[in-house]
């Protein structure tokens, strides 16, 4: 991930949202993957990742795993 930073560790975002988290410029080396409706997507902790094409709208679910229990809505 170019230009990493990591999220303010006591920010909203960090504590009532997504968790531990950084955020980038952009993706160098990535590899994009065309998904569907169906689809189950892994992405391992620490490995960069986000959405560079919506067609229509999505629904999706995310489950974090968070063992340092930062997020205060567990």
Avoid: C, W
């Avoid at 230009?3 to 960090?14: C, Y």
Wanted: hydrophobic letters at 35%; zero cysteines.
């Amino acid at each position: 991930m170019l230009n990493a930073k990591n999220r303010v560790p006591d920010s909203l975002s960090v504590t009532e949202e997504d968790g531990p988290s950084a955020d980038g410029a952009a993706i160098q080396g990535g590899t994009s993957r065309r998904i569907k409706a169906g689809d189950v997507v892994i992405i391992p902790a620490g490995t960069p990742h986000s959405f560079s094409s919506v067609e229509g709208s999505i629904t999706y679910l995310v489950i974090r795993v968070d063992p340092d229990r930062v997020s205060t809505t567990y």
